[in-house]
T-cell receptor, first 113, second 112 residues
Framework: DTAVSQTPKYLVTQMGNDKSIKCEQNLGHDTMYWYKQDSKKFLKIMFSYNNKELIINETVPNRFSPKSPDKAHLNLHINSLELGDSAVYFC????????????FGQGTRLTVV | GENVEQHPSTLSVQEGDSAVIKCTYS??????FPWYKQELGKRPQLIIDIRSNVGEKKDQRIAVTLNKTAKHFSLHITETQPEDSAVYFCAANTGTASKLTFGTGTRLQVTL
């Protein structure tokens, strides 16, 4: 039974398009995140939500809009995709913010052509 | 904000040797320090973590040490095996503890 699942696993799209990535966790965690991993493997936090409320927005362009309909789901919508958005996007969740282990989803490899 | 530095960026060791990866952090209020292993094409997964009230923690061939005064912590892997080859990330939580900040990663290659 997958703990943190995100879809799709791969996403290839043209510049200028709008796309969404979905994430769900069945661990009952309060906190969910989006991380971006670039080609150099750097893992950078983008957003953090606690009980559906946005608590961290790490100066991400406003083309990126997260949405949390409930505490088990955190989706990421990206408008007007650019070449530089190509990366692996990881969703993660943790029981208590940064105090405890973050569990990662399998990642979504986004390629913008 | 929190800044986590990690060294080295790449590390090659022979099977059976030890590997050490070091991290420093900037936020003196940080109190949780996990280490993650990411195999090629896979998700990062926790391998060991340490809290600020402990100086060392071991789990079989893996150990982590923490020096709060100097604000650095290290991962030690003994008797390395080919399956230890992966990218390893250290992390530290912020003072507000609302997120984990990751180091830049170390690519460990264990050769036969």
């Amino acid at each position: 039974d997958t703990a943190v699942s995100q879809t799709p696993k791969y996403l290839v799209t043209q510049m200028g398009n709008d796309k969404s990535i979905k994430c769900e966790q069945n661990l009952g965690h309060d906190t969910m995140y989006w991380y971006k991993q670039d080609s150099k493997k750097f893992l950078k936090i983008m957003f953090s939500y606690n009980n559906k409320e946005l608590i961290i927005n790490e100066t991400v362009p406003n083309r990126f809009s997260p949405k949390s309909p409930d505490k088990a789901h955190l989706n990421l919508h990206i408008n007007s995709l650019e070449l530089g958005d190509s990366a692996v996007y990881f969703c993660a969740s943790s029981p208590v913010g940064g105090h405890t282990e973050a569990f990662f989803g399998q990642g979504t490899r986004l390629t913008v052509v | 904000g929190e800044n986590v530095e990690q060294h080295p960026s790449t590390l090659s060791v022979q099977e059976g040797d030890s590997a050490v990866i070091k991290c420093t952090y900037s936020d003196s209020a940080s109190n949780y320090f996990p280490w993650y292993k990411q195999e090629l094409g896979k998700r990062p997964q926790l391998i060991i973590d340490i809290r600020s009230n402990v100086g060392e923690k071991k789990d079989q061939r893996i150990a982590v040490t923490l020096n709060k005064t100097a604000k650095h912590f290290s991962l030690h892997i003994t008797e390395t095996q080919p399956e230890d080859s992966a990218v390893y990330f250290c992390a530290a939580n912020t003072g507000t503890a609302s997120k984990l900040t990751f180091g830049t990663g170390t690519r460990l290659q264990v050769t036969l």
